[in-house]
């Protein structure tokens, strides 16, 4: 099953990210600039993952996202 990411919020331009970096005073992760670009935040359904050859289970909640609300805000949780 392909994981889907749902409820992003909108659409993040580089001027964006690039401001948010400068206002951390660091370079995101590729990766995860690539993330914020295609999905700025957002929940992963399924939530639901196993590791260590199905051995442990982990869950995902929520992304961070770059935008004005105060509710998963990369940068008031920085």
């Known amino acids: 099953m392909l994981t889907q990411i749902l409820d992003a919020k909108r659409k993040l331009t580089d ?3 690039a401001n948010t970096e400068r206002q ?3 370079p995101l992760p590729t ?3 690539d993330f914020l670009l295609a999905h700025n935040g957002g ?5 639901s993952f196993s590791f260590d050859d199905g051995k442990e289970e982990g869950h995902i909640s929520w992304f961070l ?4 609300g105060e509710i998963s805000n ?3 949780t920085a």
């Open 31 to 33: 990766e995860y600039k």
């Open 74 to 76: 990369l940068l008031l």
């Open 24 to 26: 951390l005073g660091a």
């Open 15 to 17: 001027t964006a990210l």
């Open 65 to 68: 996202a770059i935008h004005d």
């Open 43 to 47: 929940y992963p359904d399924p939530g």
